[in-house]
């Protein structure tokens, strides 16, 4: 994978849910500005996606086995935009708290796809 837009995606969607983890704490649902933040890090997602599909595409092969990595390519671009969706199902603090679950889920997910990738995992 591509070790920046990795930690590019990490840091943004841990900003996303220290933003919205915020809104949570301060008794807020999201608001327009949190999801143009959820555009964003799908964005990036999604072209971590396309890199993935890429790169497999190209013959390069994970370390650890395509079908978990294309798993976890799958999930981390789809994290943000299910929990976007249902933080507008609960309009309150919950759904800012969801969105922040989601930003989490998929800064972790991003490493693990850089340990599947690389070898360096469990």
């Given amino acids: 994978m591509i070790d920046a837009l990795t930690i590019v995606i990490g840091v943004t969607a841990l900003t996303l849910a220290a933003w919205c983890g915020f809104a949570a704490y301060r008794d807020q649902p999201t608001k327009d500005w949190h999801f143009i933040g959820m555009a964003v890090v799908t964005v990036l ?27 976890y390519l799958l999930g981390s671009a789809l994290a943000v935009p299910i929990g976007a969706f249902m933080s507008l199902a609960e309009r309150t603090r919950w759904g ?6 989601a930003a989490v889920v998929m800064a972790v997910l991003e490493v ?11």
């Fill in 112 to 122: 693990r796809l850089f340990d599947i990738w690389e070898g360096t995992g469990g």
């Fill in 96 to 101: 800012s708290a969801t969105v922040a679950a």
């Fill in 45 to 71: 997602g999604l072209a971590q996606l396309v890199v993935g599909i890429v790169r497999l595409a190209r013959g390069e092969e994970p370390d650890q086995g395509t079908a978990i990595f294309v798993a």
